[in-house]
């Protein structure tokens, strides 16, 4: 059993009310609520999973945030005050998207519109024709699905980190993992605020919530994943008007994507 005392952060105290004890933890930003705890790499997806099934019971929703530094960049992020940019009370004002595919046309459409400013013609009439496939999307064929959290692997040889951050966050909804942690909002990288609606999209539709986030990544698992090439195209481009880097330095395509998501059970995003 894990010995308390009045220097024992409170969060610490719910979890072993709720059979996960749990030793090496600390406050990642007492202000903000949230919790970091330190676990060996391949015991973070299992560990996981044992706090989100009580995250009724202790109010607390889990996060993998990665190595390498990725703890003391959040802490950092924090500490200047970043999280209050959203104070709690607004978390519940935020909603879904009203039409999701409106949406991902829309932010396509913007780029084709930049690509034709800068006279690359053959780039916007390629966004143009990515909508429009919509109507008819090619036959996909399930192919390289994601399995499994990257941030809990070293990049290069893919074998698992020695130690990896886990933080808890004060709520019981993934999809507001963004607005506490104050991700986003650089680069191409959307806004928390925007996210969150996403996610709540997401969430409602296919069961997707987030399970890692670090410093420029972000991972779902997904309960009930597309199963046809229609569902799977238009899903693509949603995740391509996200994060078009997934594309653009990935699969090179938004038919290879839709290939990786047709009935694949984990979503990863990252932002150069």
């Given at each position: 059993?894990?010995?308390?005392?009045?220097?024992?952060?409170?969060?610490?105290?719910?979890?072993?009310?709720?059979?996960?004890?749990?030793?090496?933890?600390?406050w990642?930003?007492?202000?903000?609520?949230?919790?970091?705890?330190?676990?060996?790499?391949?015991?973070?997806?299992?560990?996981w999973?044992?706090?989100?099934?009580?995250?009724?019971?202790?109010?607390?929703?889990?996060?993998?945030?990665?190595?390498?530094?990725?703890?003391?960049?959040?802490?950092?992020?924090?500490?200047?005050?970043?999280?209050?940019?959203?104070?709690a009370?607004?978390?519940?004002?935020?909603?879904?998207?009203?039409?999701?595919?409106?949406?991902?046309?829309?932010?396509?459409?913007?780029?084709?519109e930049?690509?034709?400013?800068?006279?690359?013609?053959?780039?916007?009439?390629?966004?143009?024709?990515?909508?429009?496939?919509?109507?008819?999307?090619?036959l996909?064929?399930?192919?390289?699905?994601?399995?499994?959290?990257?941030?809990?692997?070293?990049?290069?040889?893919?074998?698992?980190?020695?130690?990896?951050d886990?933080?808890?966050?004060?709520?019981?909804?993934?999809?507001?993992?963004?607005?506490?942690?104050?991700?986003?909002?650089?680069?191409?990288?959307?806004?928390?605020?925007?996210q969150?609606?996403l996610?709540?999209?997401?969430?409602?539709?296919?069961?997707?919530?987030?399970i890692?986030?670090?410093?420029?990544?972000?991972?779902?698992?997904?309960?009930?994943?597309?199963?046809t090439?229609?569902?799977?195209?238009?899903?693509?481009?949603q995740?391509?008007?996200?994060?078009?880097?997934?594309?653009?330095?990935?699969?090179?395509?938004?038919?290879?994507?839709?290939?990786?998501?047709?009935?694949?059970?984990?979503?990863?995003?990252?932002?150069d």
């Amino acid at each position: 059993m894990v010995a308390m005392n009045a220097q024992t952060p409170p969060w610490m105290a719910k979890l072993t009310a709720a059979g996960i004890p749990i030793e090496d933890g600390a406050w990642l930003c007492e202000r903000a609520g949230i919790g970091v705890v330190r676990v060996p790499g391949h015991a973070a997806e299992a560990l996981w999973a044992q706090l989100r099934a009580v995250v009724d019971q202790t109010g607390l929703y889990p996060i993998i945030l990665g190595g390498d530094g990725a703890r003391e960049e959040l802490s950092e992020r924090l500490a200047q005050g970043d999280a209050e940019r959203l104070p709690a009370e607004a978390l519940a004002g935020i909603g879904p998207i009203a039409d999701l595919d409106a949406w991902a046309a829309t932010r396509l459409l913007a780029r084709a519109e930049e690509a034709r400013e800068d006279e690359m013609f053959e780039e916007a009439e390629r966004f143009e024709q990515l909508i429009a496939a919509r109507a008819r999307p090619p036959l996909l064929t399930p192919h390289n699905r994601k399995t499994g959290v990257t941030l809990c692997r070293d990049t290069r040889t893919q074998d698992f980190l020695e130690q990896v951050d886990l933080a808890l966050l004060p709520t019981t909804v993934g999809w507001q993992a963004p607005l506490l942690l104050a991700f986003g909002g650089w680069n191409e990288c959307p806004g928390a605020d925007e996210q969150a609606a996403l996610m709540q999209n997401w969430g409602a539709r296919y069961g997707a919530e987030p399970i890692a986030i670090g410093p420029d990544v972000v991972e779902m698992k997904v309960a009930r994943p597309p199963a046809t090439s229609g569902d799977a195209y238009a899903l693509s481009l949603q995740h391509y008007a996200y994060c078009a880097d997934i594309v653009d330095q990935g699969t090179e395509t938004v038919d290879a994507l839709a290939e990786e998501l047709l009935g694949s059970n984990a979503w990863f995003f990252w932002w150069d």
